[in-house]
């Protein structure tokens, strides 16, 4: 393989799939002094020296192209500054990249709405993930867990076994309670109508929970059906996508179809998995925006812990600061219909 220090000039590596990026590509004119401008399309070079050199480095192609220039790699926000810095004053994308660009803090502040808009370009025209970081074969939740998840019992393997970019899909069943307080209940339609959790008091209700993969995706789905008594049965579906990326962190999103997201985070002490509250915030444009509104949706914290060789029992609870416990809803789960063994990547 050819090292990367040989290379000359400066190397544009896009997603050529990409309405902006590929725009921005041909667009893109520099500065003499740093030599010929190659690009590069991430989606037909896979085998290229510098694909492989990147993707070592951790850089995320589906998170922002990536500029090379002597033996230096700029991601994302840093690319788009660097254009603006080392761009030619001349035309009218140079110009506009320049003027918006050309400060630190605000390509920072910028760049996750001109990536988010990227990531909804790329949905709306039914284009896939460049994933040059995912690994396939192993677990979505297997960077959440990190060190963790060689220690978690095979029921919790087996319940989080889910691969990204992948069709996997199973289903467990099981038995639940829920607890609401008599405020919440009011807003017991607007909460069916903005998909998320079913406000009512009821026991020993038949639930069914799928876990499902998306094939363009690290996102991973809980799609769970509550038999409450009546012909149609409470759906509450939500997606889980990881905030710290494809190689590790135990930070996620839970997004409801309302768009409205718990920010949360995964650990393991030994005998529970523990989903520790981290906030709240809007999923928009393929970023999740931090709301400050812990004080009025209350706390949410989650366990989940093993209770027999294919059994394992869970409990999530709401805690308003002025009401006190708001909301809970506990149950019991089989695993036995989900196979240990993995699978074929």
Known sequence: ??????????????????????????????????????????????????????????LDLDEGMVIYHQGRYFHGRDAM??????????????????????????????????????????????KNRIANLANRAEPT??????????????????HYKNRPFSDDRYRIH??????????????????????????????NIPVTVDFESEPNSRAFHFNRLFYLGGKTPYNFHSRMIPLDGPLGGSRMAEVM????CWRLRF??????????????????????????ITWLMGRVEAEEWVTGDDRFDM???IHHPLLGQIYEYRGSFSTASIPLEAQDA
Not at 141 to 158: E, Q, T
Not at 269 to 282: E, I, K, Q, S
Request: proline share 6%.
């Open 1 to 58: 393989m050819m090292h990367h220090q040989t290379y000359k000039g400066a190397w544009f590596i896009y997603d050529g799939d990409c309405p902006l990026c590929r725009n921005a590509a041909m667009a893109l004119r520099l500065k003499a002094e740093l030599g010929e401008l190659h690009l590069l399309n991430a989606r037909d070079a896979a085998d290229h020296p510098l694909m492989a050199s990147l993707t070592a480095r951790g």
């Open 81 to 126: 500054h660097f254009m603006a810095v080392y761009g030619a004053p001349r035309g009218l994308f140079n110009r506009l990249n320049r003027l918006l660009f050309r400060a630190p803090r605000m390509a920072a502040i910028l760049y996750p709405f001109l990536r988010g808009v990227r990531n909804t370009l790329l949905g709306l025209l039914g």
């Open 141 to 158: 939740f297997k960077p959440i867990f990190g060190a963790a998840w060689d220690k978690l019992p095979d029921v919790m393997l087996k």
């Open 174 to 203: 099981g038995r639940m309670s829920v607890t609401t307080h008599p405020l919440l209940k009011l807003f017991a339609p607007l909460s069916r109508l903005a998909g998320a959790v079913p406000l009512v008091d009821a026991t």
């Open 257 to 260: 179809k309302c768009r409205l």
């Open 267 to 292: 650990r393991f002490d030994g005998t529970h998995v523990r989903l520790l509250h981290d906030g709240y915030g809007m999923h928009l444009f393929g970023q999740v925006i931090p709301l400050p």
């Open 315 to 317: 409990c999530v609870k």
